[in-house]
T-cell receptor, first 117, second 109 residues
Framework: GAVVSQHPSRVICKSGTSVKIECRSL??????MFWYRQFPKQSLMLMAT?????????EQGVEKDKFLINHASLTLSTLTVTSAHPEDSSFYIC?????????????FGPGTRLTVL | DAKTTQPPSMDCAEGRAANLPCNHS???????VYWYRQIHSQGPQYIIH???NNETNEMASLIITEDRKSSTLILPHATLRDTAVYYC??????????FGPGTRLSVLP
């Protein structure tokens, strides 16, 4: 099956610093990738949709200047959390859409646990 | 808001079939039904999807009712490793996934 990787798997940073998370589709090309956030005991919440070569589309309430998304190639999207604060601590998960002829199956990365001190 | 409803939790004995229901009474004709599962502290794992017909793969079977208003995911021989939160999603091509709270399946020894 399709494989999506994320790096790093876990990061701890100080308040005010920036953190970059990478998401790669390893065995397929993904014109569209997605970034989700998941708080403890809650479901996944879509943050933004990332299209290769164009600006990301952010969901309502997600600050685009705080969560910078770059999708420079068909296999790589990055999420940078700028000036991180403790409330940004969460589990960040990316997915890549394998857009076949009739379906839009998403394959998810293993997630990145961010802890901001 | 999610367009599907699922029971919040279920138990299943190891080795028995786990039948997870999902209600999607407002599904439209061009929406697919997807199932994913999330094991603790991991990203969701794709299980199966379908449109109208029943589907089966190496992981599970998906039974969709004729009126498409509900479906059942069947894990034929549940193991302890199948303990996870299972998400049922209805989605039209090009539309974003909306995750509900899912069903927490506990497989008991």
């Amino acid at each position: 099956g399709a494989v999506v990787s994320q790096h790093p798997s876990r990061v701890i940073c100080k308040s005010g610093t920036s953190v970059k998370i990478e998401c790669r589709s390893l065995d397929f090309q993904a014109t569209t990738m997605f970034w989700y956030r998941q708080f403890p005991k809650q479901s996944l919440m879509l943050m933004a949709t990332s299209n290769e070569g164009s600006k990301a589309t952010y969901e309502q309430g997600v600050e685009k200047d705080k969560f910078l998304i770059n999708h420079a190639s068909l296999t790589l999207s990055t999420l940078t959390v700028t000036s991180a604060h403790p409330e940004d601590s969460s589990f960040y998960i990316c997915s890549a859409r394998d857009g076949g002829p009739s379906v839009d199956t998403q394959y998810f990365g293993p997630g990145t646990r961010l802890t901001v001190l | 808001d999610a367009k599907t409803t699922q029971p919040p939790s279920m138990d299943c004995a190891e080795g028995r079939a786990a039948n997870l229901p999902c209600n999607h009474s407002t599904i439209s004709g061009n929406e697919y039904v997807y199932w994913y599962r999330q094991i603790h502290s991991q990203g969701p794992q794709y299980i199966i999807h379908g449109l109208k017909n029943n589907e089966t793969n190496e992981m599970a079977s998906l039974i969709i009712t004729e009126d498409r208003k509900s479906s059942t995911l069947i894990l034929p021989h549940a193991t302890l490793r199948d303990t996870a939160v299972y998400y049922c999603i209805s989605q039209r091509r090009g539309q974003n996934f909306v995750f509900g709270p899912g069903t927490r399946l506990s497989v008991l020894p």
